[in-house]
């Protein structure tokens, strides 16, 4: 009865070759961090050297300054990073696999394209939250940071975890990638109020 022993060894040893391998694949991880990297860097370059005057300016009272902009990037970095881990709290369902409609390209080109206006909520309008310019960058800088760390080092199941949102059913991973468009579409809108030809000289 000495072969009974090996019984749970076997078990595991058939289980390590049974169970999939739910962590991200290394092509995506560089995918994703590479974006997120892109889009931190694009944010900063553009408001780089600009003065207090071209940070305030708004082509219309009712648009947004680049200040605002920055300001709302960085409000919503830490609403998004906290919905995407708010998904993992449920267990993993690869049945569902079939609700995600869009393709990782596709997610990003959604939400950083300025084709589509929306509405922002009221929870994410710039208030002044973080008192300058430099305080927004701050805090963007931060949460941007902490998230590209997180998808360098997790083992969480993000393909199959899932986020119900206005635009579709995405996956974990979709919505960081979600949120490093996000970020892109509004350093686009920006970019918009810099081109403006009332923007200051200086």
């Known amino acids: 009865m000495k072969h009974v022993k090996f019984l749970p060894l076997l078990a595991l040893v058939f289980a390590s070759f049974t169970t ?6 290394d092509a995506e991880r560089k995918s994703a961090i590479d974006y997120l990297n892109t889009t931190k860097e694009n ?3 553009t408001v780089k050297g600009l003065s207090a005057a071209q940070l305030s300016f708004k082509a219309t009272p009712e648009s947004w ?5 920055v300001e709302h990037i960085a409000i919503t970095e830490s609403s998004l990073f906290g919905m995407m881990q708010g998904t993992l709290k449920d267990p993993a369902n690869p049945s569902r696999r079939g609700e995600v409609k869009m393709t990782d390209d596709q997610v990003k080109g959604m939400i950083s394209s300025r084709e589509r206006k929306v509405k922002t909520q009221e929870t994410m ?8 310019v430099d305080g927004s960058l701050k805090e963007f ?9 997180y998808v360098k080092t997790t083992k969480d199941d993000l393909r199959n975890h899932y986020a119900v949102m206005p635009f579709g059913t995405f996956d974990s ?10 970020s892109a579409r509004h350093t686009a809108q920006a970019k ?3 081109a403006n030809a009332n923007f200051p000289k200086k």
């Open 141 to 149: 800088s931060s949460k941007r940071d902490a998230t590209i760390e």
């Open 173 to 182: 991973y979709q919505v960081v990638l979600f949120l490093a468009g996000h």
């Open 125 to 132: 309008v710039p208030t002044n939250k973080f008192g300058s």
């Open 192 to 194: 918009e109020v810099i």
């Open 43 to 45: 944010l900063l370059a």
């Open 65 to 69: 300054s680049v200040a605002e902009c």
């Open 20 to 25: 999939a391998d739910t962590t991200l694949t």
